[in-house]
Every structure is written in structure tokens, then in C-alpha cells.
């Protein structure tokens, strides 16, 4: 609700012990339901909240969580401009906000340099400059993809930071009436060298020591089944 009231959007997993009555099925198999606080005095003042339900399971043997019961709730309720596959392969892919870390502070900012500032204001404006200037060279590289008709995740983010260090100098020569096709010259160059498809592939999710809810690694799992499919095509929304 939190998020509902900064008027941001959320997708997530809930326990299973969670009780989502549905309210109305929609037409992509997912449904309606009413979300309620966890403290009793917010759920005594009526307090709740419609969320769309997705239960799906992942149904490929070479995947982690094949044959298992999984369930979203989501604030998204267009069922047709947000499809319960689609948001079920798009959580999925949450763990991708690791490569956004490894971009802002492995290749954006010089390596083995720390902050300069010396003042907790000055870190976080600091910090946050490096997440202006990643939202930016982003949102070009985003550019890059829709012109080349390409997926992002097939660019290169180290690629583009070379284009753009060096076209900061080069754009404050260009004069005005060449500024359109160097511009459209540099998305084409950042289009150009393309990284290869990912391997479908899966590990399992296992360790060495028994100290987390994941299984004790076993010699069967040196030899682990590899999917069969993508991950796309094993989502299969539960109805």
C-alpha cells in the first residue's frame, strides 16, 4: 500500500498461507482479490487493497521449480496491457538489477577509485550523479535498440560507455545543421556491436553446507538436466 500511495507499481511473490478470495477471474487466467495488512488494527479499520492474482508453475524438468506452485500479486490489473505471462517471465528476470550494479560501479566509474567527497552529502550526490548519468547512457542505448530493431540485452553497456566518452568531445564540434545525423551516426554505432544470444541454461540451487532453505549439494547434481525450452515458453499460467 506503501507503494500504491508514492504512486509507484509493484510485482512480487506472497506466502502461501496469505488467503486471496478471488473477486473476478480475467480473460489471461489470473483473477482479483482483495490484499489485507498483516496488523490487526489496519485490518480492523477495513484497510485493503485490489491486486491481480497470477498462479503459474514452470513447466520444464531442467528448470529450478519445475512442477511447483508459484504465485504473484501485482498492483498492474489491465489484464491486456500487462499479460500474467508476460508478468510472470518479467519477475523472473529481477535478478538482472546485479548487472545494473556491476554497470554503475565496475565500468561507469573509474576502478579502484573511491567517492571523493568527504561529507555524507557529498557521497550522496555523488551517488546520485552516477545514477543520473546511468539512466542516461541507458535510455540511449534503449534508443539504439528500437532504431537497429534489436533486444537491449544484446548491446553492450562497456561498448557504449566507450562511444559516449568519446562523443562528449566530439558533439561540442559538430555544428548544429550535422547534429541530427551524428546523433543518428552514434546510435547506429552503439547498435553495431552486439553481444551473443544467452545460453539456455540452468544451474541448480543448491550448496555445499547445509545453512539456507536450499538442498545439500549431491553428486546428481554435477550432472544437472538442461532445459529443454526457454524460459518464456515453460511459464504456464495456472487456471
Known amino acids: 500500500m506503501r507503494c500504491v500511495r508514492q504512486q509507484a507499481q509493484f510485482l512480487g511473490r506472497v506466502p502461501s498461507h496469505v488467503r486471496l478470495t478471488p473477486l473476478r477471474r480475467l480473460s489471461d487466467g489470473s483473477y482479483l482479490a482483495y490484499l489485507r495488512p498483516s496488523e490487526y488494527q489496519r485490518r480492523k479499520r477495513g484497510e485493503r487493497l485490489v491486486v491481480q492474482v497470477i498462479v503459474y508453475t514452470i513447466h520444464d524438468p531442467g528448470r529450478s521449480g519445475h512442477g511447483q506452485r508459484h504465485r504473484l500479486v501485482t498492483s498492474?490489473?489491465?489484464?491486456?496491457?500487462?499479460?500474467?505471462?508476460?508478468?510472470?517471465?518479467?519477475?523472473?528476470?529481477?535478478?538482472?538489477?546485479?548487472?545494473?550494479?556491476?554497470?554503475?560501479?565496475?565500468?561507469?566509474?573509474?576502478?579502484?577509485?573511491?567517492?571523493?567527497?568527504?561529507?555524507?552529502?557529498?557521497?550522496?550526490?555523488?551517488?546520485?550523479?552516477?545514477?543520473?548519468?546511468?539512466?542516461?547512457?541507458?535510455?540511449?542505448?534503449?534508443?539504439?535498440?528500437?532504431?537497429?530493431?534489436v533486444a537491449l540485452d544484446r548491446l553492450s553497456f562497456v561498448n557504449t560507455v566507450r562511444i559516449l566518452r568519446s562523443a562528449v568531445f566530439e558533439g561540442q564540434i559538430v555544428a548544429p545543421s550535422q547534429q541530427a545525423a551524428w546523433r543518428e551516426r552514434l546510435l547506429r554505432d552503439i547498435a553495431r556491436e552486439q553481444l551473443p544470444e544467452r545460453d539456455n541454461r540452468c544451474n541448480p540451487r543448491v550448496v555445499k553446507r547445509k545453512m539456507s532453505n536450499f538442498d545439500l549439494k549431491r553428486d546428481k547434481h554435477r550432472r544437472w538436466p538442461q532445459p529443454t525450452k526457454c524460459f518464456a515458453e515453460a511459464v504456464v499460467v495456472l487456471i
Open 76 to 149: 498492474l490489473l489491465d489484464e491486456i496491457a500487462y499479460p500474467a505471462h508476460t508478468l510472470a517471465v518479467a519477475y523472473h528476470e529481477r535478478w538482472e538489477i546485479e548487472i545494473t550494479i556491476d554497470e554503475t560501479d565496475t565500468h561507469q566509474r573509474r576502478p579502484r577509485q573511491p567517492l571523493r567527497s568527504r561529507t555524507p552529502l557529498g557521497v550522496l550526490q555523488e551517488l546520485y550523479g552516477l545514477l543520473l548519468a546511468h539512466y542516461a547512457i541507458r535510455a540511449v542505448m534503449h534508443e539504439a535498440a528500437v532504431q537497429a530493431n
